[in-house]
């Protein structure tokens, strides 16, 4: 269920089979609020009876839905990962920029929220610099993008945003990295020194 691989999904998927037993990968969207409160989004990659077998476990956890054979929930995992990467970046960016621009903070992310409901659960992070409790860290996120980048580099996919917003996120330092991903506001605030953006 973690963000992994999917080349690592598929080797446990070997070693399981030559010892009798099968195997899902089954990612989750979703904070941690969420999957405690059993609104997860589960992508489950593998056979249908398969997932049937966890059902009545996963199901405690949120929503199951079967994206495709196995290996297919990572993928779709990593491409998830990368659209939160691009977002949460943006909305840093965007409201120490709206900011300097004369407009309320609390106005600014109100608009972002609305555009983007899932930064709701993230307003202490970019209202207040509260950068815990870490829903997803910094150095987890971009481990997500290298993996995300190697799969799209494996098909031969254009995705110059991705390893822009990769790059960014790499330039938080470790002072930050173990806080929230919101945590990437202080790259354009001035609250941690960090080197310069980079075209």
Do not use: C, F, W
């Given at each position: 269920m973690s963000t992994a691989d999917p080349d690592v999904v598929q080797e446990l998927a070997d070693s399981l089979?030559?010892?009798?037993?099968?195997?899902?990968?089954?990612?989750?969207?979703?904070s941690p609020a969420v999957v405690r409160s059993g609104g997860a989004a589960i992508l489950v990659g593998g056979a249908p009876a398969d997932m049937e077998e966890g059902r009545q476990v996963l199901e405690m956890l949120g929503e199951l839905r079967l994206v495709g054979p196995l290996g297919s929930g990572a993928r779709l995992k990593?491409?998830?990962?990368?659209?939160?990467?691009?977002?949460?970046?943006?909305?840093?960016?965007?409201?120490?920029?709206?900011?300097?621009?004369?407009?309320?903070?609390?106005?600014l992310f109100w608009a972002l929220s609305r555009l983007?409901?899932?930064?709701?659960?993230?307003?202490?992070?970019?209202?207040?610099?509260?950068?815990?409790?870490?829903?997803v860290a910094g150095r987890d996120l971009e481990k997500d993008l290298k993996l995300a980048l190697e799969l799209f580099s494996e098909t031969r996919s254009q995705t110059p945003l991705t390893a822009k917003v990769q790059s960014l996120i790499g330039t938080i330092g470790p002072s930050v990295a173990e806080l929230d991903i919101t945590a990437v506001i202080s790259r354009y605030d001035g609250t941690v020194a960090l080197p310069p953006a980079t075209d």
């Open positions: 089979r030559a010892a009798g037993a099968s195997l899902i990968d089954a990612p989750v969207l979703g990593l491409i998830g990962n990368s659209m939160l990467a691009t977002l949460i970046l943006e909305a840093a960016e965007l409201q120490v920029a709206g900011k300097a621009a004369g407009l309320d903070p609390s106005q983007a409901p899932g930064l709701t659960g993230r307003q202490a992070g970019y209202l207040e610099r509260l950068h815990e409790p870490t829903l």
